[in-house]
T-cell receptor, first 114, second 113 residues
Framework: AQKVTQAQTEISVVEKEDVTLDCVYE???????LFWYKQPPSGELVFLIR??????QNEISGRYSWNFQKSTSSFNFTITASQVVDSAVYFC???????????FGRGTSLIVHP | GAVVSQHPSRVICKSGTSVKIECRSL??????MFWYRQFPKQSLMLMAT?????????EQGVEKDKFLINHASLTLSTLTVTSAHPEDSSFYIC?????????FGPGTRLTVT
């Protein structure tokens, strides 16, 4: 069975602070994909990143960075110098077993105060 | 990636009426599309898998007769909420499934008064 745990329900920071959103996953498959999505108040899910299980390289995209560690089954997401526009719910998801259907975490609500 | 549209983006209807939501895959022929429901401050809940040319596969607890799904072509799936009630008010999201992930539509916010 697949499982994604986002232990942080809500995080509140002040603008310009760095913030890390945690994601821990469980799967018995050796081939899988991990995702992060952003859901702003408008509701539309915005794709942020996909990482496959064979690529443990960390990735940086502007103020966003991702730390994939298979040893701890974690795929954490860091926002550097947060901005008010980063306020949203962030979902981590796992796709494995040849399925088209990802398993979503419960989401972490990030609130960035000016 | 795939581009997915949904229509309408927002709908308000009276209790007892039916509402149809369209999901279109604009640049990808999708044999499989998915319908999710999301309540406030909760994660996405898969309702059903829409299969082109055949019956949809519903998740446990989802009423087939209430949420009618039609996937008549490789680019269009529709979800009809029949005899809607206030408890059906929610955010409905469709997606196109590919092996490298799912591509989501912008969602439809349904309010039943």
């Amino acid at each position: 069975a697949q499982k994604v745990t986002q232990a942080q329900t809500e995080i509140s920071v002040v603008e310009k602070e760095d913030v890390t959103l945690d994601c821990v996953y469980e799967t018995r498959d050796t081939t899988y994909y991990l995702f992060w999505y952003k859901q702003p108040p408008s509701g539309e899910l915005v794709f942020l990143i996909r990482r496959n299980s064979f690529d443990e390289q960390n990735e940086i995209s502007g103020r966003y960075s991702w730390n994939f560690q298979k040893s701890t089954s974690s795929f954490n997401f860091t926002i550097t110098a947060s901005q008010v526009v980063d306020s949203a719910v962030y979902f981590c998801a796992l796709l494995s077993g040849g399925s088209y259907i990802p398993t979503f975490g419960r989401g972490t609500s990030l609130i960035v105060h000016p | 990636g795939a581009v997915v549209s949904q229509h309408p983006s927002r709908v308000i209807c009276k209790s007892g009426t039916s509402v149809k939501i369209e999901c279109r895959s604009l640049d990808f022929q999708a044999t499989t599309m998915f319908w999710y429901r999301q309540f406030p401050k909760q994660s996405l809940m898969l309702m059903a898998t829409s299969n082109e040319g055949s019956k949809a596969t519903y998740e446990q607890g989802v009423e087939k007769d209430k949420f009618l799904i039609n996937h008549a072509s490789l680019t269009l799936s529709t979800l009809t909420v029949t005899s809607a009630h206030p408890e059906d008010s929610s955010f409905y999201i469709c997606s196109v499934g590919r092996l490298d992930g799912q591509y989501f539509g912008p969602g439809t916010r349904l309010t039943v008064t």
